[in-house]
T-cell receptor, first 111, second 113 residues
Framework: EAQVTQNPRYLITVTGKKLTVTCSQNMNHEYMSWYRQDPGLGLRQIYYSMNVEVTDKGDVPEGYKVSRKEKRNFPLILESPSPNQTSLYFC??????????FGSGTRLTVV | TQLLEQSPQFLSIQEGENLTVYCNSSSVFSSLQWYRQEPGEGPVLLVTVVTGGEVKKLKRLTFQFGDARKDSSLHITAAQPGDTGLYLCAGLLYNTNAGKSTFGDGTTLTVKP
């Protein structure tokens, strides 16, 4: 089944403790992206990647890192999480400019 | 300032009614997508429109891209309770990297039986 898989689905962590949210797609898509969704603010793009080793900032990249060493994987790294990074995070992938396939989301709480 | 403005923000209607959701911008987009999102799940792509004036139909849903590629609408005919959800428009700005997209704030639709 074609899908984007994110892990974990739920995560509670403490301020300053480094964490990684994994994302993997099995559709051989070139484009991958991370979004965060917050009430009243909608979906905002954090980082995106157009291919292996090619990444660029979205609208809200501060406090996040990404890497694209393999085509199928696009992990999101929070080096020093803070409470304002508490959010619902989505990974997505696409083969073109014609729309993304989204994962099921990771609900992150930073206390 | 939101690049894509969706209206209305909330819509509550009875089963069988028709409705239209709008997605407007002052910027030109090379493509525009509509998604539907259920609570706690990721958005699901419904359609992509790329040509100014384009109309696409998906069963009871009709999508239109404005002639100038700055706006779009989603029309649902004879809404059903299963249409309930958050409807999001998203666009790829003209002359930007293909991976960079922007989303509207969404329209929350409730269809009552």
């Amino acid at each position: 089944e074609a899908q984007v898989t994110q892990n974990p689905r739920y995560l509670i962590t403490v301020t300053g403790k480094k964490l990684t949210v994994t994302c993997s797609q099995n559709m051989n898509h070139e484009y991958m992206s991370w979004y965060r969704q917050d009430p009243g603010l909608g979906l905002r793009q954090i980082y995106y990647s157009m291919n292996v080793e090619v990444t660029d900032k979205g609208d809200v990249p501060e406090g996040y890192k990404v890497s694209r060493k393999e085509k199928r994987n696009f992990p999101l790294i929070l080096e020093s999480p803070s409470p304002n990074q508490t959010s619902l995070y989505f990974c997505a992938s696409s083969s073109s400019r014609y729309g993304y396939t989204f994962g099921s989301g990771t609900r992150l709480t930073v206390v | 300032t939101q690049l894509l403005e969706q209206s209305p923000q909330f819509l509550s209607i009875q089963e069988g009614e028709n409705l239209t959701v709008y997605c407007n911008s002052s910027s030109v987009f090379s493509s525009l997508q509509w998604y539907r999102q259920e609570p706690g799940e990721g958005p699901v792509l419904l359609v992509t429109v790329v040509t100014g004036g384009e109309v696409k139909k998906l069963k009871r849903l009709t999508f239109q891209f404005g002639d100038a590629r700055k706006d779009s609408s989603l029309h649902i005919t004879a809404a059903q309770p299963g249409d309930t959800g958050l409807y999001l428009c998203a666009g790829l700005l003209y002359n930007t990297n293909a991976g960079k997209s922007t989303f509207g704030d969404g329209t929350t639709l409730t269809v009552k039986p």
